[in-house]
Every structure is written in C-alpha cells, then in structure tokens.
C-alpha cells in the first residue's frame, strides 16, 4: 500500500517525502539522478523490495530538490544543499540517528553527509555509486567528454520516450516492455528535459574522492560485477579509501539495485544493520574551515571583529581562534564559507582594512579544530596572498559544484607536511565592469551602483537559459522601459545584449582555464545549444570557442 506523501521544508523549498516500514531502525534513502516517490509504488519489482525492507527498517523516502513531487528550482543545488534537505526529512520525521542508502548520484551526497554530520548517521549503504562522473587519469573509468555529451544529447532530445537507451540500466529487463514503459514513464514524472538535462551537467562535476577518507561511520559498499553505467572498479576505488568498509561484489549487470536478483541485496543489507555495534561518540567529523589576516592601518580593531564576527555568524560558522590580526572559523561547508568570505571581504573593503582569506576542508577534532595542518595552511596562504583575495584548496574547488562561485587557478600550489602538492583557487569577483570595455567612463562612474547591481542580478542566474528581460527587471524593481532607456545610455546596450554580452565574456574566461567542453560551458552560462552559443561567441569575439581553446 502506497503510504502518504507530506511536504516538510529546506530553507524555502518544499522537500516531499514517505515514511513506511516497521522496522526498529530508520532508513533513509536518497535516490539516484531523479525519482518521483508515488510512482515508485507503481513499479511491481521496486514495491516488492521496499516491502522487504520495512520489514526490518522504518524506511523513509524524499524526491531531492528539483526533482519528483518536490519543488522544481531552477538553478542548480549544491552539495549543502542537498544535505540540509536530508536533514529537513530526518527532522519532520523525528529521525535523530539513520542509516543512509545512497544509489547512484545519490551516493555522493550521502557520503559527504556521514562525514560532515556522523553523529547523524547509523551507517551508510551504498549501491552503484561513482566518486567522479568526468574521466581524468587518477580515475579513468568515468565517462570521457564524447560519452557525456552523448548522454546530454540523448537527454535533450529523446528524454523520457523509447529511443533512450534505458535498457543500459536494467539490462536483465531489456525484453520486459511493461518495465521498460514504467521506467520511462519514471523519468518523465522525475524532471523535466531541461531539469534532467542540468541534473546530469551537474553531476559531471561531482569529485568526492577528497573527502572518502574522512567517512568513519560503518559503511558497506554494493556493486554488480558487469554495471554499465557505473564500473566496478569505481565501486573498488572508493571502498579502498573509506577507513573499514566492506565492499561486496554481486553477480548481475543491472544498475537499479531493485532488478536482478534482489534476495541478496536484501540479506546484506539487513546483516550488515543488524551487526552494528552500538555508535561511538566521533571525536572527529569534516569541516570547512576559514583562515584570515587582517591588516588593521591604526583603525578601531574591534571594529573589524565586530564586523568578521558579525558575517560568520550570519552564514552559521563559529569562531574556534581569535587573535589581534587572525582568526579560524569553522562551517558546515564550503559554500556558506565561501559566500562569507565574498560578503566579508566587501565589507572590510568598504572599511579600507585590508583582509586576506584562504578556505580549506579536512577532518578535525570536534572539541578542537586546530591541528598542524590548519597552521601548515594558514602558514602558506598568508605567504600566498594577497589583500581582498579569498583562496580556495582543490578539495574545496570539488565541493562547490551548482554554487555558482567563479574559480581561477592560483599561481602556486600548498604543500602539506606529508609532502602532498594541493592545488589551489582563488575566487574570481562576479562582477566585471571590463565586460563594457566599449563603455565611456563616465557614465559608468556617475550609474555606478545602477549598474552593479544590473551586472551581479545577471551574473546570479548565468546558467539559467530561462533568465531574461522581465526577470530582471522584476528582480531589480524597474519596467522594461526604464531599464532599456538607462542601460542604452550608460552602456549603449540594450538588455538582451548586456545579457548576452555577461554570459559571453564569462565563458570565454571559462574556455581559457580549459577545464570544460564548449558544450558544458554554454551550458553554465545560459545557453540551452552549444550550435547557438558557438555563433553568439564568434560574433562577440571574432573567434569560434574551439578556435579560441585551439589556439
């Protein structure tokens, strides 16, 4: 019997959700990619297994943000965001303590989720799932750009219908029409093409192998030998470098774990939560931590605490040290960090006290976050940087996917006191008054703050293609007509080509990093066909984006 679904919130979305089951223990499951949790009780094969599973769990589920019977957002969620959505479903079920299912896509943010809230989490449970979705030479068995842009293809133009090759999925139900129909009538109801369509962009830039080692609550890791979509050595990987996981290889080729033979999926699962011994108390957990100098030039120093202090406790960060010109703070991620650092360091910018930030993650005590290697890199940032700069680690870089935070690659590298080289990042400011290089001075002195916030309104939605005239003209309290008639005369442009022009000077910082197809970046800055984004680029710039990567 279908249970009930309820709506509880995550912030101000609304995060739809199940509970049902029997069992002494909560089970949370985060689904792969998309799902639709009332048309999961339609699939005869995955009612059997849930039924099986509340036999010995209380088993809740939830469509994550974007997806199912959840609010459909428009731009991407980060990996914090996810994982508050999995906190919002434990706390409106009354959940304190829970052993995490992830499959597939869903994987990654329940591994991120048990090393940054282990005193939340029984166990973790695994099937299918990647620690990378983009092929690199420390991981090569995920998909190449040409595999991914087949993908993105197949998406944009046979979402949900027969042409998508679903059968890679569930290889045992190829010949299974009823199946094959309900899976694709899954999709459907899961997202939209261009929902699904950001979904999978997304998860390209997944990269949780930094924090794997930093998972200490028991883990099991389940993975059919002859997976198509996610190779069993990626399964081998990630067990290898979680600290006493149990990897378990099951015969079978299919991806969804409620195909194939789902006895022995159950048996392991129910075995492995019973022998669970009663939890420790984590003398460690994963933070983000902050690191800052500020130079005082003879102001009111407790002016700066007040204001530092201020900003951290705005973005729920706490204050582990505190000197006259130095302080750690520590987050519940990388993005609340980051977005603390941009507002902070505007804010003592307006001061005219000079402040340096670097962000890193690691594992740390919980009562006491300082170790040698939070001074190591304090060390080396206030070597490396530079007034009103804000630097970022790789692991943090890898964290921020969907966040929306520019990137560019630091000039030098942070080595550890083990002698391991991490590459660094600082964050590029969004706001860019050189995209207007055309643009007389003047006018852009005297409508400065008009145009700023023109600038950053556009530059908050730059992957979203459904961003236009009249949403920004709603977002920045103007008509259409007052908005074309002050842009024509301070920047020449109208809207539209302000519009474009933003988008297109950010992607070709893009294209120079190298770091993405042109297809991935037309699709981060707004614009749903590569074709058409390739033909605004050379008219911009009198150059093709493969011409100009090429070159």
Known sequence: MKPETK????????????VFGSGPVDLVYIPGWVSNIDWMWSCPELVDFFTELGKFARVILFDKRGTGLSDRVVE?????????????????????????????????????????????V????????????????????????QERQVVYDMIENDWGSGDMNLASLAPSKAKDQAFMDWLASYFRLG??????????????????????????????????????????QEGQFIAERIPGSKFLELEGSDHLFWVGDTDVILEAMKAFINDIEPAPVYEKKLFTV???????????????????????????????????????????????????????????????????LGIDIKECFVQHCICEQTENFEVAIFEQSVPYQIILTQTVKNLLLGSGVNLAPHK??????????????TVVENLK?????????????????????????????????????????????????????????????????????????????????QENTVAEIAF????????????????????????????
Not at 84 to 111: N, P, Q, R
Not at 412 to 425: D, H, P, Q, R, V
Not at 450 to 474: A, M, P, W
Request: charged residues 20%; proline residues 3%; glycine residues 6%.
């Open 433 to 513: 008054l050189d995209t207007l290089q055309d643009t007389d001075q003047h006018r852009l002195a005297k409508h400065n703050s008009f145009l700023e916030k023109v600038l950053q309104n556009i530059y908050n939605h730059l992957s979203n293609d459904c961003f236009g005239v009249t949403t920004l003209c709603r977002e920045i309290g103007v008509s259409e007509r007052q908005l074309q008639r002050k842009l024509k005369a301070i920047t020449n442009k109208s809207p539209n080509q302000l519009i474009s022009s933003v988008r297109l000077h950010h992607a070709k910082e893009l294209l120079l990093d």
């Open 76 to 120: 991407f969620a980060t990996l914090e965001e996810r994982m508050e959505d999995i906190t919002a479903v434990m706390d409106a079920v009354g959940s304190e303590k829970a052993v995490l299912f992830g499959h597939s896509e869903g994987g990654s943010v329940s591994a991120l989720f048990s090393a940054t809230y282990p005193d939340r």
């Open 524 to 551: 981060r800055t707004g614009f749903s066909s590569p074709s058409y984004f390739s033909k605004c680029f050379k008219k911009e710039f009198s150059v093709s984006p493969s011409d100009l990567i090429s070159s």
């Open 412 to 425: 030098t590298n942070f080595k550890t006191a083990s002698g391991e080289c991490i590459s660094l990042y």
């Open 191 to 232: 997202a939209s093409p261009s929902a699904a369509l950001k979904l999978t962009r997304m998860n390209t830039q997944v990269d949780i192998i930094g924090i794997l080692g930093s998972i200490k609550v028991p883990t099991l890791l389940l993975q059919r030998t002859d997976d198509i979509d996610v190779k069993i």
């Open 122 to 145: 029984i166990s973790l449970i695994t099937f299918g799932i990647f620690a990378k979705r983009k092929y690199s030479n420390d991981y090569p068995w995920a998909p190449t750009d």
């Open 290 to 356: 902050m690191v800052g100098r500020t130079i005082s030039l003879g102001l009111n120093n407790s002016e700066h605490q007040e204001v530092i202090r201020n900003y951290i406790k705005q973005y729920k960060g706490n204050i582990v040290e505190y000197t006259s010109q130095t302080f750690i703070a520590t987050f519940e991620g990388p993005s609340k960090a980051v977005f603390c650092g941009s507002d902070l360091v505007k804010a003592m910018k307006a001061i005219h006290a000079p402040l340096s």
């Open 7 to 18: 709506y509880t919130k995550s912030g101000l979305v609304n995060i739809a959700y199940q």
